[in-house]
DNA sequence: ACAATAGTGTCTCTTAGACAATATCGA
DNA sequence: TCGATATTGTCTAAGAGACACTATTGT
């Protein structure tokens, strides 16, 4: 009986120039060297404990990455997506600012603009696609989006970041009623945005029992 | 290298006496033999297209049902949720008139309800968890309960069955007003539940293009 | 006629967005 | 003081639920 291969694959999202980005890299090995692809790699069973734990593991290895947000897309299977053969790749898609991608020193790593992407190998655009449907569709209910934003970041920082994601202007009030009500925020007492020629805006953080408080080194996942 | 066990498991719903049910089969082999368990089998690279087919194909082979509606729940893996060593299983979930399990004519299948569900093998538990919350928070702003619907139904049919999967009344008025702009019912000409002592319902039946016209031995798939 | 449920009209309350007033910075 | 943006208050419009009224059947 036919092998089936068994890989994962991660969607690693940014903002970068208030664009949403795809973190990419270029493949060393046999099939399509040298094209520019998603961060997977094959399941480890002696190694990894599931496949969240490979696809954390994955994303280390080839982008020196640990991402606080990290979860399961869906999984993409059949005989035509990879030439090797009947293989499945159970997909993740991650959220991290920018920052954390350069910190991590892996220079390799292409941020390529997630809208109208092309040329990927394998099914990796459909697995783009619906990484990006996921998270503008989570975007306009949730609080996902902080995980696009640094430690600490204003309001309407973070309303921008919205407006990135979701490709449209969204309501100042409503907004701020919708973050109030998230209760996830806590105003960093006398920090404010300064050095521009108006009004400072106060600075916030995630409140801490929603930190994942987690340096480049640190190991430990979660889910939301 | 260890071998990665690689399963396709079905979550299939189903609504008896207003309560959600799971269909549930004995296990003929080991591990677990004699257990219930939700039906599943191994993904065949040489005759599955891909893991929907294939949970197309077990789910017809275990209970003769072919689904209009069957959907990608998630991947659940690891080394600890299979004895014979570490499992990956892509999983769906599907909703069917309790009639087309009955005309299947699988009598070992039994309908199990759904909340308080125990003693399952493997980690089928979480998975019946997942499809449940997954079914029942798609069906708070979705159609997706018109599967549960035989092919003509009433209103009022039609919302004692959303009312059993939320666990709550809705709100009539709300209800059809909700109905009316998912624009996918059309009212049968003339056709009326009759035989009550009270005003008869019209009976309504999916509009022709949302409509799998699939009998149970039909192989289409739809995903909604 | 009566009980019972179907189907519809309307009112109110909640919530989202528009608009606008006030606050506070650097230049 | 002026220009610019932050922050907050308030009004309005849209949508959800409560209530109640009419319709139609079998008994």
Known sequence: MAEIICTVDVVLLTLLDGQLRVALLRRDHEPFPGVLALPGGYIHPDQDGDTQVAAARVLLEKTGIVSPYLE?????????????????SICYYALVPTEVIRLAGHPEV??????????????????????LERVRNKSSYSSLPVYLCGDTFTLPQLQSVYEALLGEPVNKVSFRRKIEEFDILEPIEGAMETGKAHRPAQLYRLKSRYRNRLSLTDRGLGTG
Chains 1, 2 share one sequence.
Do not use: E
């Open 72 to 88: 399961q897309l869906a999984t993409f299977s059949g005989r035509g997506r990879d030439p090797r053969g009947w293989s499945l």
């Open 110 to 131: 292409v941020l390529v603009p997630a809208d109208g992407i092309a040329g990927l190998p394998f099914d990796h655009q459909q697995i783009v696609a619906a990484a």
